[in-house]
C-alpha cells in the first residue's frame, strides 16, 4: 500500500467498524428483549392482579385479612368473599418453618466443608449438593406425596397432608441453596481470622463459633433469606404434599394451601375477567412481590454487613 | 522521590526535514476521569529506528505508549488530546478509522496474551478477518513471521498445537509474530520482555533488532541496559512528562537533564 | 464440661450433620430409582399414556419435553449469549446499566409458576398461541434467560483483558474479537452453564402446566411436516412434558398406576438430570483442555 492509500483507508469506515456497529445493535437488542420481558410480566400480572381491587372494588385489606376464600359467593355485605389470608398464612409457615428447620443444616455442613474437612467438602458434599440442587420439583413432590405423607400421617396423626409435610420437602429444597450460599460467606472470612484465634489458644470450635461465623452472620442471613425465597415461590412440590384446603390452618398436619398451590389448583377452573380469576391474578401479583420484598432484605443486610 | 524542576528540559527535535518521521505526538494528553496521567507531550520517532521510552514506574510511558494506537479508548473515562501525526493524518481525530489505523501501528503487550488457539491460528486469524483467504499466502506469512520473531525453529512441527502450551518466551515471541503478520508500518512494545528469563529476553532483543530493517519500533523498557543495547533514541518520562529526548549514546553517556542523570545512573527509578 | 470436650461434640455433630445430608441424596436417588427403574422397559417409554387404566406409557410426554428443551434452548442461548456480551462488554457503568441488572436479577428470583402464568396470559391468551409447544418454549425461554446470561457474562468476565487487547491490537473490531477470541475461549463455563440450564427446563412443570398444557393430542410420528396438526413437531399443539404429567397423574390420581408411573417417570427424568450434570463436568473440563492444550483441568 502506498501513502495516499493509506490515508484513504484511514479516512474510511472500515469493515471492522461497520462490524462493531451491528454487534452493538445485536447485543443491545438480546438486552433489550430480556428487559422488555421483565417489564411486561410486572405490567401484566399487575394490570390483572389490581383489577381485583379497582375493577371488582374489592378492598385490599379484607383481601388481605379475609379468611374465607369463595370469590362466587358474597358475604352478609354484598361484597365477594376473596380472603387470601389462609394461602397467606399457608405460604409464610411453610417457608418459616422450612427455614428454621435448613439453617441450622446448613450452617453445620457449611462450617464442615470450610473447617473441618475441605477436601472431603469439595470431594463429596460440594457435588451431593449440586445434585441435590438439580432434582425436580416435581419429583421431590412425588418423594413427599409417596414417602413423607405416609410418615407425617403415621407419626403425628390425621391424613398426613399439611404444613409439616410441606415443610419437609421444602427443607430438602432449600437446603442446598443455602449450604452452598453459607459456604460461600464462611470461605469470605479472612484466613488470618481464624489463625489468630487458633494462636491464642482457642479450640477450633471456639474459633468457629466466636470467630468465623460472627464474621459471616451477614452473609449467613442473606443465604437463609435467599433460601425463604425460594421456598415462597415453590409451587408443585408444597401443592402435591399441603392438601389443598383453603382453610386457616389450626394445625400443622390439616391439609392447608399456599399462595402457589391455590394458582395451580384454580387457574384453569375459573373464566378470565371474571372476578374468581381476578382474585387469583392479585394472589400472583403477592408471589410477585414477595421476592422483590425478600430481594430488598437480602440488599439490606448486604449493606449492614458491609459497613461493620 | 526527589524533586525536579520539570521546566528543565531537553528535547531533541528529530522532525527537522533531515530524516523520515513515522510517527510523532504534539502537546498530548492523557487523562483518566479527574487525573491527568500525561501532561503534554510532544516527540517524533524516526522511520526504521528503534526508539526506547524510559523512566521510574508511574512515569506514564506506558500510558504514553498505548495512546500512540488509540489502546486508551477502550478503557472507560479516559481521555486523550493532542495530535498524533501519521502519514500526515492527526490519528486521534474523530475521523480516523481505529480499527484501519491498527492495522498499521500494532502492539505487543507486557503481559504475553497469545490467543487461545493453535500457533496457526494466531498468526493467521487476524489476517482471515481482514479478508486474506489464500492458503498459501496465510502459510507463507506463518512461516515467514514466525523466523522472524526467531520461533520458527521451535515450533514448525506443532503448528497446529495449542499457543497457550508454549513456554512464556515463546509465547511473546509468538505474540510479535502475530504483529508482524499484519505488516504494520510501526510496531509498540509496551515492555515485551519484563515476564521474560534472561535467555528468551536475549532472544526477544535479537528478534527486534531484525525487525528493526522493516519496521518503526517504539518501545517501552523499566531495563536500561535494554534500552543501551537495542534503542537508537531514547526518551526519559519522568511524572507524565518527557523530559529528554535525545539519540540513547548520549542519554546514557552524556544527559543533560539531571533527572535523567539521575534515572540512569540508578539513583531512583 | 471443658472447651476440648465441647470442640469433639461439635466435630461430632458436624460429621452427622454432613452425613445426614449425603444420606438424604442417596436416599432420594435410591428410593427413585429402586422403585421406578423395575418399571421402565422399552414399552414404557415408547408407549402411549392412558388416561384411565394401568399399563400406561410416557412416549409421547417424552418426546415433548425433549422437544420443548430443544426449541426453549434455540431460542435462549442466542439471546442470552448476545445479551451476556452487551454486559460483559458494551454495558456503561451507569445507572441504567445497574437498572438492567436489577431487572435480570428479579426475573432470576421471580417464582416459576409466575412466569408460568404469564406465558399463559400473554403467550397463550393475548397472542393467542393457546396451550402449545410454542407457548412452553417461550415461557421456559423467560425462566430460563437470566440465569444463562448471568453464566455467559460470568464465563467472559473470566478471560483476561489482555485477550481482548489482542485482538483490538490487531484492528480487530470488539464484536469480532469477543465473538472469535472471549467467547471461544470462554465455551467451558459457557458451555457447563447451557447444559445446567437444560437441566433445569428439563424438570420444570410449573411454568408449563398453563403455557404447554397438561394433554398430549394424538400424534402421527410418521408425518413430521411441522404444519400438518398431528405432526410432533407441530409447534402449536398443546403438549404435556414428563414433569407435567409426573404432577398432574399424582394430583388428579384417575390412573390405577398412577404411583409406578411417577415413580418410573421420576427415574427417567433424574437420569437425565444426573446424565447432564456429569456431562457439563466432562464437556466443561473437555473443551478446556482442547483450548488451552493442557490436559487436566486442576
Not at chain 2, 512464556?168 to 508482524?180: F, S, T
Not at chain 3, 438424604?24 to 422403585?35: D, E, G, H
Request: include cysteine.
Amino acid at each position: 500500500m502506498n501513502n495516499d492509500e493509506i490515508r484513504a483507508s484511514l479516512l474510511k469506515r472500515s469493515r471492522a467498524s461497520k462490524n462493531e456497529l451491528f454487534g452493538k445493535i445485536i447485543s443491545g437488542l438480546c438486552i433489550a428483549i430480556i428487559v422488555a420481558v421483565v417489564v411486561s410480566i410486572f405490567y401484566f400480572v399487575a394490570s390483572k392482579g389490581l383489577a381485583t381491587f379497582f375493577h371488582d372494588k374489592v378492598n385490599l385489606w379484607k383481601f388481605l385479612t379475609g379468611t374465607i376464600w369463595n370469590p362466587s359467593t358474597t358475604d352478609a355485605q354484598g361484597h365477594p368473599q376473596v380472603g387470601a389470608l389462609p394461602m397467606i398464612i399457608g405460604s409464610f409457615a411453610v417457608t418459616f418453618l422450612a427455614a428454621i428447620v435448613a439453617t441450622p443444616f446448613a450452617i453445620g455442613a457449611a462450617v464442615f466443608m470450610t473447617e473441618i474437612s475441605p477436601r472431603i467438602g469439595r470431594k463429596v458434599l460440594q457435588p451431593v449438593i449440586e445434585l441435590l440442587v438439580g432434582i425436580p420439583s416435581v419429583v421431590y413432590g412425588f418423594i413427599g406425596l409417596s414417602v413423607v405423607v405416609p410418615f407425617v400421617r403415621h407419626t403425628f396423626g390425621g391424613s398426613g397432608f399439611g404444613i409439616l409435610s410441606g415443610t419437609f420437602v421444602l427443607f430438602v429444597m432449600i437446603l442446598p441453596t443455602v449450604t452452598s450460599m453459607t459456604v460461600d460467606a464462611l470461605n469470605s472470612v479472612p484466613r488470618n481470622y481464624r489463625e489468630a484465634s487458633l494462636a491464642l489458644g482457642a479450640t477450633r470450635w471456639q474459633t468457629i463459633y466466636k470467630v468465623v461465623l460472627r464474621a459471616s452472620v451477614s452473609g449467613i442471613i442473606t443465604a437463609v433469606v435467599f433460601g425463604m425465597s425460594r421456598a415462597f415461590g415453590e409451587a408443585l412440590a408444597v401443592q402435591m404434599v399441603i392438601g389443598n384446603a383453603m382453610l386457616l390452618p389450626s394445625n400443622l398436619i390439616s391439609p392447608a394451601s399456599t399462595l402457589t398451590s391455590v394458582l395451580t389448583m384454580g387457574m384453569g377452573n375459573s373464566v378470565m375477567g371474571s372476578l374468581s380469576n381476578n382474585a387469583l391474578w392479585s394472589l400472583a401479583l403477592l408471589l410477585l412481590i414477595m421476592p422483590l420484598i425478600f430481594n430488598i432484605i437480602i440488599r439490606w443486610i448486604g449493606k449492614r454487613g458491609a459497613m461493620h | 522521590m526527589q524533586e525536579y524542576d520539570k521546566s528543565e528540559r531537553y528535547l531533541k527535535d528529530l522532525d527537522d526535514g533531515k530524516r523520515e518521521i513515522a510517527l510523532s505526538t504534539d502537546d498530548l494528553h492523557v487523562s483518566y476521569g479527574t487525573h491527568e496521567a500525561i501532561h503534554g507531550v510532544s516527540l517524533a520517532f524516526e522511520r526504521f529506528k528503534i526508539t526506547a521510552l524510559i523512566g521510574a514506574s508511574g512515569s506514564g510511558k506506558s500510558t504514553y505508549l498505548r495512546s500512540l494506537n488509540r489502546m486508551n479508548d477502550n478503557i472507560a473515562g479516559t481521555k486523550v488530546t493532542g495530535k498524533i501525526m501519521y502519514r500526515g493524518l492527526d490519528i486521534n481525530g474523530n475521523n480516523i478509522d481505529v480499527y484501519e489505523m491498527r492495522k498499521h501501528i500494532g502492539m505487543v503487550f507486557q503481559q504475553p496474551n497469545p490467543f487461545a488457539k493453535s500457533i496457526y491460528e494466531n498468526i493467521t486469524f487476524a489476517l482471515k478477518r481482514h479478508g486474506e483467504k489464500r492458503k498459501d499466502v496465510l502459510d507463507e506469512t506463518v512461516e515467514r513471521t514466525l523466523k522472524q520473531a526467531g520461533l520458527w525453529k521451535q515450533v514448525k512441527d506443532d503448528l497446529h498445537q495449542s499457543a497457550l502450551a508454549l513456554s512464556g518466551g515463546q509465547q511473546q515471541r509468538l505474540c510479535i509474530a502475530r504483529a508482524i503478520a499484519m505488516k504494520p508500518d510501526i510496531l509498540l512494545l509496551d515492555e515485551p520482555a519484563s515476564v521474560l528469563d534472561p535467555v528468551s529476553t536475549a532472544t526477544v532483543e535479537d528478534t527486534l533488532m531484525e525487525l528493526k530493517k522493516d519496521y518503526t519500533i517504539v518501545i517501552v523498557t523499566h531495563n536500561m541496559q535494554q534500552a543501551g543495547r537495542i534503542s537508537d533514541y531514547t526518551a526519559f518520562f519522568h511524572l507524565g512528562d518527557a523530559l529528554e529526548y535525545d539519540e540513547t549514546r548520549k542519554i546514557f553517556t552524556r544527559p543533560k537533564i539531571k533527572a535523567t542523570e539521575d534515572y540512569v545512573s540508578g539513583h531512583f527509578g | 464440661m471443658n472447651a476440648r470436650k465441647w470442640d469433639k461434640v461439635a466435630t461430632t455433630i458436624l460429621y452427622l450433620i454432613s452425613i445426614f445430608i449425603i444420606f438424604v441424596l442417596a436416599f432420594l436417588l435410591l428410593y427413585i430409582l429402586v422403585s421406578g427403574l423395575p418399571n421402565v422397559s422399552w414399552h414404557f417409554i415408547t408407549g402411549r399414556s392412558s388416561s384411565f387404566q394401568a399399563g400406561g406409557g410416557i412416549g409421547i410426554q417424552l418426546f415433548n419435553s425433549i422437544y420443548l428443551l430443544v426449541l426453549a434452548m434455540l431460542i435462549s442461548v442466542p439471546l442470552s449469549v448476545g445479551a451476556g456480551i452487551y454486559l460483559s462488554e458494551y454495558a456503561p457503568k451507569n445507572w441504567l446499566t445497574n437498572l438492567v441488572r436489577n431487572a435480570i436479577e428479579i426475573l432470576s428470583s421471580l417464582p416459576s409458576v409466575v412466569v408460568g402464568l404469564f406465558g399463559f396470559l400473554v403467550f397463550s391468551i393475548n397472542m393467542k398461541f393457546g396451550f402449545s409447544i410454542l407457548s412452553g418454549a417461550l415461557a421456559l425461554t423467560v425462566f430460563n434467560l437470566p440465569l444463562l446470561t448471568r453464566k455467559v457474562e460470568d464465563s467472559l468476565q473470566s478471560i483476561h483483558y489482555t485477550q481482548r487487547e489482542a485482538g483490538y491490537a490487531l484492528g480487530l473490531s470488539r464484536w469480532e474479537t469477543v465473538i472469535h477470541v472471549v467467547v471461544p475461549a470462554a465455551l467451558p463455563g459457557i458451555i457447563t452453564g447451557m447444559i445446567l440450564g437444560m437441566g433445569r427446563i428439563f424438570g420444570e412443570a410449573a411454568a408449563l402446566i398453563y403455557t404447554a398444557g397438561q394433554s398430549s393430542p394424538p400424534l402421527d410420528f410418521s408425518n413430521w411436516n411441522p404444519l400438518y396438526i398431528a405432526s410432533p413437531l407441530n409447534p402449536l399443539r398443546s403438549a404435556e412434558t414428563l414433569a407435567v404429567h409426573i404432577w398432574k397423574i399424582n394430583s388428579e390420581g384417575i390412573i390405577p398406576d398412577a404411583t409406578k408411573v411417577s415413580a418410573a417417570s421420576s427415574a427417567i427424568l433424574v437420569l437425565f438430570v444426573l446424565l447432564l450434570n456429569f456431562a457439563a463436568r466432562y464437556v466443561g473440563n473437555r473443551l478446556y483442555g482442547r483450548l488451552t492444550g493442557v490436559k487436566e483441568r486442576k
